[in-house]
Each structure stands twice: as C-alpha cells, then as structure tokens.
C-alpha cells in the first residue's frame, strides 16, 4: 500500500497545452519538460510547477494619455503573448500573476511613450485614403480636407511592440501582438465636443 501510494505520489501527467518545470527545494532542477506525457518525479521533494504553452491574453487598464498636440485622451490596449522559455519565466515571475503584473508596467509605459510621441490623427487613422462623399449630404464643398498622416495607427502599434519585446523577452515571454482596443476623448474634452455638435 506504501508502495503504490509512492508511486501515485512520484507520477504526473503532462498535456499537450502544458510545460512543466520541476523544483527541488524551491531550485528548478533539470529542462523545462515539454512533451505531453506520464511523467515521474521524488515523491514529496520535487514539485510540479505548469505553465499553459498556449496564447494568453493581456488586457490592459484604460489609461488618459495626452498626445504630441495636447489632446487629453483615453486609450485601451490589448496584447497576446506566450511563455516562451518557462524556467527563465519560472525564475523571473513566478506565475502568471506575476507575469500580467509586470506587463502591466512595460506595455502601459511604452503604449505611453508612443502615444505622446504623436499627434491624435496619427492614432485615429492608418492611411491617407481620398475621402469619399455622398450626393445626398454634399454641401458643394468637396475638398479633401482631411490631415495628411506620416505614421498612421498600425505603425505606432509595431513601434510599441518593437520597444516592449526585448524588456518582455527577458522575463521568459515572447510578445505575439498589441492593438489599439479603444481611444476616446476624456470626459470633459467629450462633453464640450457634444455642446458644440448639439
């Protein structure tokens, strides 16, 4: 009875959509285990640590930067990522808690840094596409009258991943994507746009 309960006790299973790292008294001993499996381990010395090799989603805090031409606005971000090397991410934050706090910080500054680096039109459009108008709401004017952008949102997008991978390598992560969710004036820039439309 002994025996078996060992044996159970030794015995783990490793799926297909995780990554194990084994730890001796607190220290990571041997490779990240990443093929799926029955595995074994020291009963009652070593512990199991998994971690999901799938993607996994970071949803940032929507923030109120201000941009290159003093416009107060909100942004919210999003990102997807993956635990590339587990020990390195075992070692540096632990878990995925940890790993969601620390992105906290690197994707929310650089998200910052870009933003204010540019003028709000930038944000708002991609390309320079000839503005479209219709017959029933002409007012006879039909110049192109919209800003001409240099960068364009998608640009910035890749400028903030760019920035943010190499800090976001070294915690054990790869940094797949990050979009622009959402950007919205802040309430009191809102509201006087509203006055003024009414």
């Known amino acids: 009875l002994a025996a078996f309960v060992i044996t159970l006790s030794s015995a783990y299973i490793v799926k297909e959509t995780e990554q194990v790292v084994i730890t001796q008294f607190g220290k990571p001993v041997g490779q990240p285990i990443v093929k799926p499996g029955i595995k074994f381990k020291i009963p009652l010395i070593q512990q199991v640590h998994t971690f999901d090799r799938r993607f996994l989603e970071w949803d940032g805090a929507p923030n109120q930067i ?7 606005i909100w942004v919210d ?11 390195l991410f075992f070692q540096r934050v632990r878990d995925e808690r940890g790993a969601q706090s620390r992105l906290d910080d690197i994707l929310d500054g650089e998200t910052r840094n870009a933003i204010a680096k ?3 039109v930038e944000l708002v459009r991609n390309t320079n596409r000839e503005q479209l108008f219709s017959e029933d709401f002409s007012s006879g004017d039909q110049s192109n009258n919209l800003a001409n952008i240099k960068v364009g949102r998608e640009k910035i997008t890749r400028f903030i ?16 994507d990050l979009r622009l969710k959402r950007i919205n004036y ?10 003024r439309m009414i």
């Open 77 to 87: 971000t999003y990102a997807r990522w993956r635990i590339q090397d587990p020990l």
């Open 161 to 176: 991943i760019a920035a943010a991978a190499p800090r976001i390598q070294e915690l054990g992560i790869e940094l797949l």
């Open 66 to 72: 201000p941009t290159k031409d003093k416009r107060f």
């Open 118 to 120: 540019q003028n709000l």
């Open 186 to 195: 802040v309430d009191e820039v809102q509201k006087k746009i509203f006055e």
